[in-house]
């Protein structure tokens, strides 16, 4: 199978048997707004690299996927408009079209498997979207087939959160919730629903993936970390803006892949940039575990 592209960084630390951490591209190109993306990326890898892990930021270019990008690279992904939106099934299609795309969670995933890498953090997760339950992100597919570790802040509700987390059980997909009881909403810390095991420590979420491969399970694993308390936002007053949001994609006809990105633009317009300000603390916050948890 095809190897990715490695950065000096990432090769090293693999072949050393070192801890590496995958990060996501998507959020770079489609989930917040230029100059920020490119700024919060390289500070994410920098999180990373302050708990002892090395950062593996995961993208196709030029019809190449990388484990691991030069700032110029994640300054392209975060300007160019023409760098499109790959999940797990659109891989073959850039790589054979020559095509840069920030990978979603499914398709870094995919290039995080190929790598050889086992943990990987993200923002939040795609899941189930909201009304007749048809849209359904690949995220949770891919989970259910590819054995790398996603720290995510839980699902934004944009989404709707109990067929998500009723959908990770079907696709028996591992979920632990670090340091609290809820599944996380991620701009708040309670969901208002309860999946999974509660870890209090990185080394325990270590031992549950060590466990899960050794009984075979051959899925990957969701780590979801709330949001920390003081970058949090009020569930209520966010949850009108996500319901002003849904009701606008629906009345644009907005459809597919373009639906998640449009909601993560109108909720960052809308809350003054208070959402994308929770979204960095998040972010970054998921890293730090992430890392430790490779470490462990
Ligand atoms: N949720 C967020 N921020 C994001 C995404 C989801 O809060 O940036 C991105 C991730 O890359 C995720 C993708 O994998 O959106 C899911 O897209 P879709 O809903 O089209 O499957
Ligand atoms: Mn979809």
């Known amino acids: 199978m095809l190897k990715p592209q490695m950065s000096d960084e990432v090769a090293t630390a693999l072949a050393q048997g070192r801890p590496v951490v995958a990060l996501e591209s998507t959020i770079i190109s489609h989930g917040m707004p230029w100059p920020r993306n490119a700024e919060v990326a390289l500070a994410v890898e920098d999180v990373v690299r302050s708990e002892g892990a090395v950062p593996a ?21 975060g300007r160019d408009t023409n760098v499109v939106k790959a999940a797990s099934r659109d891989l073959g299609a850039c790589i054979a079209g020559g095509l ?37 992100s690949a995220d949770l597919t891919e989970l259910s087939v590819t054995d790398v570790l996603v720290v995510c802040a839980g699902v934004k509700s944009i989404l709707d959160i109990p067929r998500t987390i009723e959908m990770l059980e079907t696709l028996r997909v591992p979920v632990a919730v670090f340091g609290a009881d809820a599944f996380p909403a991620f701009y708040s810390r309670d969901s208002g629903n309860v999946a999974g095991e509660r870890c209090d420590d990185p080394a325990r979420i270590a031992a549950i993936r060590a ?45 597919g892949k373009e639906v998640t990105p449009f909601l993560l633009g109108r909720l960052n317009a809308v809350t003054e940039g208070r959402a994308l300000d929770a979204n960095i603390a998040l972010v970054k916050n998921n890293a730090r575990l992430a890392a430790r948890i490779a470490v462990a």
């Open 57 to 77: 930021t995961v993208a196709v270019v030029d019809g190449v996927p990388c484990a691991g990008l030069t700032p110029v690279q994640v300054e392209r992904l």
């Open 100 to 136: 840069t795309a920030g990978t979603t969670v499914s398709a870094t995933m995919r290039i995080a498997a190929l790598a050889g890498i086992g943990v990987f953090a993200t923002g939040g997760i795609g899941g189930v979207h909201r009304g007749d339950g048809m849209d359904v």
């Open 211 to 255: 466990a899960n491969a050794a009984v075979g399970l051959g899925t990957g694993m969701l780590v979801a970390n709330p949001i920390p308390e003081a970058d949090a936002l009020p569930a209520d007053e966010i949850g009108a803006t996500i319901d002003a949001a849904l009701a606008e994609a629906d009345e644009r006809g907005i459809t």
